[in-house]
């Protein structure tokens, strides 16, 4: 597909060109898009947000890990159980429920600090 777009070659030192490789790498964009963003004085990434974002995902990893022990418990609670266990179970239950509300909380605060507002 044509474009209007033209290809340029920039030659730097090893050290820049090092330097423009990690900040692309830690920015998550290719080292055309850094420079294209410095021209244009366009704002770069923040690393906080990456680091929001991957945060948010474990805290997401960790819910979903807490729902899988909750339905396995359901499972165990299916079988015949005397009264003392079977309260166990419901008091275990409740916590999990409560530690993934806490989780969700968790996402929405920092998923609001960076800006996104998580629904």
């Given at each position: 597909m044509p474009t209007n777009n033209r290809r340029l070659l920039v030659t730097l030192?090893?050290?820049e060109s090092d330097r423009l490789?990690?900040?692309a790498k830690q920015l998550r964009l290719t080292q055309s898009?850094?420079?294209r963003r410095l021209l244009m004085n366009s704002p770069l990434p923040d690393q906080r947000d990456f680091e929001?974002?991957?945060g948010i995902l474990d805290l997401l990893s960790v819910n979903a890990d807490l729902a899988r022990l909750g339905n396995?418990?359901?499972l165990v609670m299916d079988e015949p159980l005397s009264s003392d266990l079977l309260r166990k179970y419901d008091e275990l239950a409740n916590q999990i429920k409560s530690t993934q509300d806490e989780l969700k909380d968790?996402?929405?605060k920092v998923d609001n600090s960076i800006g996104r507002g998580a629904k």
């Open positions: 030192p090893e050290s490789e990690k900040l898009e850094v420079l929001a974002s991957q396995l418990l359901k968790t996402v929405r």
